[in-house]
């Protein structure tokens, strides 16, 4: 830390007793997660919505106490904002990543091929010849498997209102 801002947040804390050096600390521990993108991949997971609420108390107590100036603040302010959108970004990615993995396994050509030849190109559960798409029998929400035994061609409205339940139509 320079030492005229810890001399500035020391007189600060003479006059007012309100200690802002943790709150410029998390600052500073803010920015470093920021330098590089590799980093930033890996320390993504140590900051929860708490820590960036507190981050943000931070940003208010330091901006009231007016040691430092407005664009070092709005700076502060645009890191978290980036940050915490990164951070939810991810987070969905990760949730959502089996659903495209399963997506991804059920438009190979080869599967439907197999599936095709083996059930033919019709709803199992309705009959229709229209709309089919691949179907996990047990879906991958429950723990269902992108392999061949867990698929069945369903229309697309068959599809539908199954859901989520498992049920074999084959």
């Not at 600390?25 to 820590?51: A, C, G, P």
């Not at 798409?133 to 047990?138: A, F, G, K």
Request: charged share 30%; proline share 2%.
């Amino acid at each position: 830390m320079p030492t005229n801002i810890f001399i500035s947040l020391l007189s600060y804390y003479d006059k007012t007793g309100i200690n802002l050096l943790d709150d410029y600390s998390n600052m500073i521990y803010l920015s470093w997660n920021f330098k590089e993108k590799e980093d930033r991949y890996e320390n993504i997971y140590y900051f929860t919505l708490e820590s960036i609420n507190k981050i943000l108390e931070s940003i208010s107590k330091l901006q009231k106490s007016k040691l430092f100036n407005l664009e070092w603040i709005l700076e502060k302010e645009k890191q978290i904002d980036c940050f915490n959108k990164e951070l939810q970004d991810r987070l969905l990615r990760k949730i959502n990543q089996p659903r495209i993995d399963a997506c991804k396994f059920t438009s190979l050509k080869e599967v439907k091929d197999f599936i095709y030849l083996k059930y033919g190109k019709k709803c199992l559960c309705c009959g229709s010849e229209k709309n089919i798409s691949l179907d996990h029998i047990i879906p991958i929400k429950k723990g269902g498997k992108n392999t061949l035994d867990n698929l069945q061609p369903l229309c697309k409205s068959c599809n539908s209102k199954k859901g989520i339940k498992i049920i074999d139509y084959r």
